[in-house]
């Protein structure tokens, strides 16, 4: 499942990106305009890894933005 999960992140990182590399760069710019401070992807599917972080605050941040873009979200 989670190898599954991964194969479908990539991919579509892929096809928005043209790589998994500049997709990741571009979650890192996104964040930094939300005012993220403390986050740093390096991978496009939220796994786990070395230098992967991010705090509770910057998780708020993030949903702010969704449920203020995306309000069909809670639906």
């Known amino acids: 499942e989670v190898l599954f999960l991964n194969d ?3 991919a579509m990182s ?3 990106s043209g790589s998994e590399t500049e997709f990741v760069a571009q979650m ?3 964040a930094k ?3 993220m ?3 740093h992807f ?3 599917n ?3 890894t070395d230098g992967h972080e991010t705090t509770a605050r910057d998780i708020a941040l993030m949903s702010r933005e969704l449920i ?3 309000p069909q979200i809670r639906d």
Do not use: M, S
């Open 33 to 35: 305009g939300l005012g």
């Open 8 to 10: 479908a992140c990539v």
């Open 14 to 16: 892929e096809f928005i």
């Open 28 to 30: 890192n710019e996104r």
């Open 68 to 70: 203020t873009t995306y």
């Open 37 to 39: 401070e403390n986050t």
């Open 42 to 44: 390096v991978n496009c």
């Open 46 to 48: 939220g796994l786990d």
